[in-house]
């Protein structure tokens, strides 16, 4: 996998909007937490703009002008880094248009999550790191100082891959794995299967979130996965927060994922703080990664 360079001041930061409608408060706001880190804003022509079409799903733009300005950010050797605004849905329009050679060339971080995790599959196809990590909303609501914008500035400027600890869960199974760390938003990755983006895949340590997938649904795409050979195979398994899903009961969600790998013998942590949530960690997408779940806790650490 390939690291990125670390940015340094004066680097330009692209924003753009793959997927849906940004508030533009929010575009205002990365603008300005970006300026503060010490790096150029580079927004794109259709950022802040407004489409819908079929009545019903509402895109930032056309499918042509979010395809031109992510290519325009990704052919401009002076930009270091992509933010995706927010997510939504739209970010798998853009997929086929992507040349997974140019992205290697000239490898630079893309962050985002929820839809934005169709990019992340695309950047790993291209054997590019990438960061799973809240986004302008995010920089927006909180200053630079806060934990989350903390982390990754270090990451970007730095190259400090982080540690988390998480509190333990009943539904834990103990174990250690080390292995390649990928996932996501579960439905936009399950989405890309039987494609030349899928990441869901033996041997990985998959973490997984989701938002509006009511339990029936997500058991549908684990059982998906349990039929295709691939849940059982996994190293490790990190389940995220599943939110605004029918009564919001997280217990019934927990209840089922638990009884879904219950047959299975890799190390899996529940409650990790990945998701539609305040407290969204970065996860280094493509980097190594040790998970050791244990009774009093579980630990995950990223590495080049």
Known sequence: MIIPPLLKPGDK??????????????????????????????????????????????????????????????????????????????????????????????????????????????????CVVSIHSPMAKHLTLYDRNDEINLINYNILTQGEFPTYNVAPHPHNRSGAATATILGGNLAVLMSLLATPFNIIKPGTILFIEDVAEQVYQVQRLLYHLRLAGILPQLAGLIVGQFTKHRGDDTTAMYDMIHDMVAPYHYPVAFNFPIGHIPRNVPIIEGSTATLNVENDGTTLTMRP
């Open 13 to 126: 930061f692209a924003i753009v909007s793959p997927s849906g409608t940004v508030l533009t408060e929010r575009v205002d706001g990365a603008v300005r937490a970006i300026k503060e880190w010490g790096f150029v804003p580079i927004e794109g022509e259709h950022c802040r703009e407004q489409y819908t079409i079929y009545n019903v799903v509402s895109h930032s733009a056309p499918i042509e002008s979010r395809r031109d300005d992510l290519l325009k950010a990704i052919n401009d050797s002076e930009v270091r880094a992509i933010m995706c605004s927010r997510g939504g849905y739209g970010a798998v329009h853009l997929l086929e248009y992507l040349d997974l050679k140019q992205l290697a060339r000239d490898p630079k971080w893309i962050i985002g999550f929820s839809d934005i995790s169709a990019l992340h599959a695309a950047w790993h196809h291209a």
